[in-house]
């Protein structure tokens, strides 16, 4: 990991920059990190940031937790395939999905075709420490975390390797998850 304001870090951003021509959009289970880690890399791009989640709540003016308890999952994942094509229609530098954003077959489609997909990868431990810390999460709260991140994470598994870029997803510094996307997605690029 380079220092941020080192003069080769600031080319390496600059060359990627002007070779990216689309957003990026991160993909994974919930608690990897994607919009903590979105932002912190959109900075270092400077670019935009949008979570979709966010601009869901915006648009329908309802919670996710709401959206799923009165109109039901596949309701308010019809809704977030419209709301993340609008995203990547706007140009947004940096999108952070919905853990379950990218297992919709036309959501990952439109994801892959008009975006850089990339998955952050992480293990369950972290992320059932990650999603302890907030009550919010429609699939977490009738059961067991950990089992139920297990089984998502098997299911949805096939589904993310298919993202153009894996990067493990990590405890410490931002910085650093968002300077292994920026390295896989040079890679990609080459």
């Not at 596949?74 to 530098?93: M, Q």
């Not at 999905?97 to 990218?102: D, I, L, N, R, V």
Request: hydrophobic fraction near 45%; glycine fraction near 8%; proline fraction near 3%.
């Amino acid at each position: 990991m380079e220092a941020v304001h080192s003069p080769d870090a600031i080319a390496r951003i600059e060359a990627l920059g002007k070779r990216l021509d689309r957003p990026i959009v991160l993909v994974g289970l919930m608690g990897a990190g994607k919009s903590t880690v979105g932002r912190r890399l959109a900075a270092l791009l400077g670019r935009s940031f949008v979570d979709s989640d966010d601009a869901i709540e915006e648009a329908a003016r309802l919670s996710i937790a709401e959206i799923f308890s009165e109109f039901g999952e596949d309701y308010f994942r019809d809704g977030e395939r419209r709301v993340i094509a609008r995203l990547i229609e706007e140009k947004h530098g940096v999108i952070a999905t919905g853990g379950g954003a990218f297992v919709n077959a036309e959501t990952r489609a439109l994801i892959l075709d008009q975006a850089v997909a990339v998955w952050i990868d992480c293990d369950i431990a972290t992320l059932v420490e990650r999603t302890g810390r907030r009550e919010h999460r429609p699939l977490l709260r009738d059961g067991d975390p950990e089992a139920i991140l297990s089984r998502l994470m098997q299911e949805r598994t096939p589904h993310y390797a298919q993202a153009h870029v894996r990067v493990e997803g990590q405890k410490g510094p931002h910085n650093r998850a968002a300077w292994a996307i920026i390295e896989g997605i040079e890679q990609w690029l080459t």
